[in-house]
């Protein structure tokens, strides 16, 4: 793995060599992780002139290989207590000899910043822009097979949960439960808070698991996702609790249904972003739910479980090979409920099969 | 409730008046729910001109009077998908005919600062420094007893733990289980990732749980709390497996509760930070264990985890009454595992009866 990690640094570093800065300083966790391979809590990574360190500001956690630190990257510890790792090393940068320093603006307070310009004034700062996180969103095989294992993990907890009796449970057991199955079968964690919605609850986007009751009748909306080695992947699915949904119910159902193949059949290598979004947001659109619709259909999932690309109405950018996405519209209806489908997928070419899903569990609709 | 929070708004106020600023941007979540009532994600609030606003991206979330934001504030949600609150609360801020806008640069980002000015390129940018986190270190009646309450759940969770089998079962487990049973108490969730900490990694500040099961004669370490209507606490101790601890154990055991003491002693309004992490540290230090020591023995805890005062050696200001903090002191030893003890406490003065201990679960060392 470590030869991944130089790879990555390396290729940052000539995007900043190319902005004309000797030296980068990436402070964003999810970026640190993915060019160090671990990201201590309140450490950076310096891309130095002379040479990259991981600056941290208490020893690394290094007993499991996840925690671990690419070995070839020197660690660097702040001494004394309470020290800032930033500052810390844009200071290394400046004593390197380095002159012009990129850094992550959008994630640098202004009184970081400052801080920064106070202990090395003829530092030149300039910005890195979002260049990790655009160097992310293309995956190689071996992320892409983490969040396969995490999707995996993900429809196992979902599966189980849904052999158990539901009626008479709350929200929150039923969320603190599926996240106990995923860490059972070997997810580092849930990838997000665990969503589950009963009733009029039902289809709201993120919504917290309330103390409300699965109760006979009800639409049961759950989306979950499990973290695996970092990687972090999403699943929802959409219930009816009873014998039979009703004919409201399954209208909805088959409406949002469609809405989703849409937008996962239009996953392909160079479709503009917000065009899957616009496939999707189409079909609930015509049926006069324009009103109703969040704000993406679907996102990009990685380190962090929203990453770019967004697929929103006004969405830059195409789609590559070997990006994952979440495919996820819903309608809700106030006081009602609704539904949601979400699905993990990773783009890929016609000729290798199209979309490959992640997350296989079924999308008929299930009464339990 | 309202009323209070338009008490904090109008301290807000006078201090950015006093500060040459018409109008405030308050950005930090905490800091938000703490003027607002409320912090739907993404919102900010601006304490402006001719009137205040909490800006949201979309529809706040007011099903429970935890979410709900207080009545008396406008709610001004952001229009079209994907905008910005705070870019936009600025715009808003400018419309108001203010001139001068205080912000919180500690939170804000450099982008975000700059996208501020670009869209109100005549409104000064001042700093707003801490001021809402200086607010929040004295706590009304009102906020303490969400502590307390919350306590009393993470008490009760971790009593019900120590009754049950331990041996065999994993540090995730255990720590799924408290967390299950701080919702089953009535917990909005959990403080903050709960810590199991077993055999060499017992003692360890901020251990995540791994896969190691709980063996007999090991250390076991717990730190656990629970947020209840958003205030949080937090407690921790140490336990050892089987029927009676070795020697090295119990010598190790009385020494940091020795300082822990000593620090939940010093705890009277008046006394500087500095003395009571003195206090306890020097117990620790006199014993030999300087560099196994952590940066701070104790922090402020209520709508965060982790919020001022700092008991560290370097902390500058004096304890008030009706501050809640925790003391924390532990030591871990490489290999061998360690201990830590965490206690909530209020300080109150000593007409009072003293430091209020909110986490009664006892210290005695128990064998398990």
Not at 64 to 88: F, W, Y
Not at 136 to 163: F, H, N, P
Request: proline share 6%; net charge negative.
């Amino acid at each position: 793995m470590s030869e991944v990690h130089a790879v990555r640094r390396t290729r940052l570093r000539d995007c900043c060599n190319a902005g004309g800065s000797a030296a980068a300083l990436v402070s964003r966790p999810a970026n640190v992780r993915y060019l160090a391979g671990a990201a201590p809590e309140g450490a950076v990574l310096l891309l130095g002139g002379t040479e990259d360190l991981l600056v941290c500001v208490g020893p690394p956690d290094d007993r499991s290989p996840q925690s671990r630190p690419d070995e070839a990257l020197r660690v660097h510890i702040v001494p004394g207590l309470g020290g800032d790792a930033a500052v810390a090393a844009a200071g290394l940068a400046a004593a390197q000899g380095v002159d012009s320093l990129a850094v992550e603006e959008h994630h640098l307070t202004v009184t970081r910043h400052r801080e920064i310009h106070s202990v090395a004034p003829r530092l030149r700062l300039a910005g890195i822009g979002c260049a990790v996180e655009q160097q992310r969103i293309v995956k190689d095989e071996e992320e892409i097979s983490c969040l396969r294992i995490g999707a995996e993990i993900a429809d196992q907890a979902l599966g189980e949960l849904l052999e158990s009796i539901l009626v008479g449970r709350t929200e929150r057991h039923l969320a603190l439960e599926l996240e106990r199955r995923l860490v059972d079968h070997g997810a580092d964690g849930p990838a997000f808070p665990t969503s589950v919605a009963t009733g009029p609850n039902a289809g709201r986007p993120g919504h917290r698991p309330t103390d409300r009751r699965v109760e006979e009748g009800d639409f049961l909306s759950v989306c979950l996702g499990a973290t695996y080695r970092g990687y972090r992947c999403e699943i929802g699915r959409t219930f009816v609790i009873g014998t039979a949904p009703a004919d409201w119910q399954i209208e909805l159902y088959d409406l949002v249904f469609s809405a989703q193949r849409a937008g996962r059949e239009s996953l392909v290598p160079g479709a503009a972003c917000r065009d899957v979004d616009r496939a999707a947001r189409h079909v609930l659109d015509s049926a006069g739910y324009a009103e109703a619709l969040p704000m993406a259909t679907g996102h990009g999932v990685g380190l962090e479980i929203d990453e770019d690309p967004q697929l929103t109405p006004a969405a830059m950018g195409k789609l590559d090979a070997c990006v994952p996405v979440t495919v996820e519209p819903g309608v809700h209806l106030p006081g009602r409920g609704g539904v949601r489908i979400d699905d993990t997928l990773v783009v890929r070419p016609e000729a290798d099969g199209g979309p490959e899903l992640l997350t296989i569990t079924t999308k008929e609709l299930l009464a339990l």
